[in-house]
């Protein structure tokens, strides 16, 4: 768990989050038959939820969730 007072450092809690998230899924895709593409997918998906998140709240949005695409 991470180690910030409780009434601030939301965007810290929202991006360790989505690092938790991406933990497990990673460790499947080191097991799974394709590895690459399970990785993309499970790096897009976390990162997709996580600039969900960004957005749901009224503050300054990280840098990577104002992109689109590919990039």
């Known amino acids: 768990p991470l180690l910030l007072p ?3 450092f939301a965007h ?3 991006q360790a989050a ?4 991406l933990r497990p899924r990673m ?3 080191c097991r799974h038959h394709s590895p690459l593409p399970c990785a993309r997918r499970a790096w897009t ?3 997709d939820g996580f600039c969900t998140d ?3 709240v009224k503050t300054r949005q ?3 969730c104002r992109r689109s695409g590919a990039a």
């Open 45 to 47: 998906d976390v990162l």
């Open 54 to 56: 960004e957005f749901g």
């Open 62 to 64: 990280f840098h990577c």
């Open 12 to 14: 810290l809690r929202r």
């Open 6 to 8: 409780p009434n601030a």
């Open 18 to 21: 989505a690092l938790a998230a």
């Open 27 to 29: 460790s499947d895709c």
